[in-house]
């Protein structure tokens, strides 16, 4: 499996930005798809997660009701909207992806198997 994110770049505080994930290489119905971030100094924190059965969806209280996730199945890209950003959203954001059986997916410590390369995010 392969994911490859696009999308990042340089916002104003209070503006928008959508982020993009491609997978490709699989053919396995269910994931659970997450975006993470990282700032320099800061450990990795996960901030959304959508399960491609169900829809479910899953966000960090810091993202509550600014970010959303979305995907698009036919074309196995998964959008992470983030709207209102503040400069404390600057960091390298990454998706990642593990199989699952599960109808939801809520456990941002799980071990995701894929991860892609990242995509820098930068708010002033």
């Known amino acids: 499996v392969q994911l490859v994110e696009s999308g990042g770049g340089s916002v104003q505080a209070g503006g928008p930005l959508r982020l993009s994930c491609v997978a490709s290489g699989y053919t396995y119905r269910r994931h659970c798809m997450g975006w993470f971030r990282q700032a320099p100094g800061k450990e990795r924190e996960g901030v959304a997660m959508?399960?491609?059965?169900?829809?479910?969806?899953y966000f960090a209280d810091s993202v509550k009701d600014r970010f959303d996730i979305s995907r698009d199945n036919t074309r196995k890209i998964t959008y992470l909207q983030m709207n209102s950003l503040e400069p404390k959203d600057t960091a390298v954001y990454s998706c990642?992806?593990?199989?699952?059986?599960?109808?939801?997916?809520?456990?941002?410590?799980?071990?995701?198997?894929?991860w892609g390369q990242g995509t820098q995010v930068t708010v002033s």
């Open positions: 959508l399960n491609t059965g169900s829809g479910d969806k």
């Open positions: 990642a992806a593990y199989k699952t059986a599960s109808h939801s997916c809520r456990n941002f410590g799980r071990d995701f198997n894929f």
